[in-house]
């Protein structure tokens, strides 16, 4: 089964940093766009950002609500994408989810989630 | 970048038709055919039901269909089941540095 797996998420003080891993199994991780969602309590969706496919560039792209402290990247190597989030803010508070980007904005494959909460 | 707007809730009976609009603007939903519908239940992981405006993946439920208008796009869910009752995003892709701009989701209750 195709399958996203979150990880790292936690209990962090505002200021510090975070990073979550995003692990990939049985599709080719390489072929595809990656992205980052989140929602906060209580709170809709929110795209985060993305990472292009090497083939693209691999460059990645942001909300601007993040942009500046949160960086994606990817290692196709290991099939495992990154979300650093430094200068955490109590509004980063939210489930964080990886997606992959099939086409055009098709998130057709999401992992479960992993919680992040920023408090002092 | 806004938000794309949508109706906070929509409920219809069993059996019923509804349809959850998805407004924007030229530079997102106007501009392009990259319209996506996510179906959301509490504590699961989201669920793609419809992209490209009207396309379904593989397993969806042809009671899920999509559409689009100027700026605003559409979800049908016809022959509403109890087990359509969830949270429902659009998403589209824009030419803002955003790139991606999610709705505000509607609320769909099975009466």
């Known amino acids: 089964e195709v399958q996203l797996v979150e990880s790292g998420g936690g209990l962090v003080k505002p200021g510090l940093s975070l990073r979550l891993s995003c692990t990939a199994s049985?599709?080719?991780?390489?072929?595809?766009?990656m992205s980052w969602f989140r929602q906060a309590p209580g709170k809709g969706l929110e795209w985060v950002g993305f990472?292009?496919?090497?083939?693209?560039?691999?460059?990645?792209e942001y909300a601007a609500s993040v942009k500046g402290r949160f960086s994606i990247s990817r290692d196709d190597s290991k099939s495992i994408a990154y979300l650093q989030m430094n200068s955490l803010k109590t509004e980063d508070t939210a489930v964080y989810f990886c997606?992959?980007?099939?086409?055009?904005?098709?998130?057709?494959?999401w992992g479960q989630g992993t919680m992040v909460t920023v408090s002092s | 970048q806004s938000a794309l707007t949508q109706p906070a809730s929509v409920s219809g009976s069993p059996g019923q038709s509804i349809t959850i609009s998805c407004t924007g603007t030229?530079?997102?939903?106007?501009?392009?055919?990259?319209v996506s519908w996510y179906q959301h239940h509490p504590d699961k992981a989201p669920k793609l039901m419809i992209y490209?405006?009207?396309y379904r993946p593989s397993g969806v439920s042809n009671r899920f269909s999509g559409s689009k208008s100027g700026n605003t796009a559409s979800l049908t869910i016809s022959g509403l089941q109890a087990e359509d009752e969830a949270d429902y995003y659009c998403?589209?892709?824009?030419?803002?540095?955003?790139?991606?701009?999610f709705g505000t989701g509607t609320k769909v209750t099975v009466l």
């Open positions: 997606t992959r980007d099939s086409t055009g904005g098709a998130f057709d494959i």
């Open positions: 049985r599709f080719t991780f390489g072929d595809y766009a």
């Open positions: 990472i292009r496919r090497e083939s693209y560039g691999g460059t990645p």
């Open positions: 030229s530079s997102d939903i106007g501009g392009y055919n990259y």
């Open positions: 490209d405006v009207s």
């Open positions: 998403s589209s892709y824009t030419s803002s540095s955003t790139v991606y701009v």
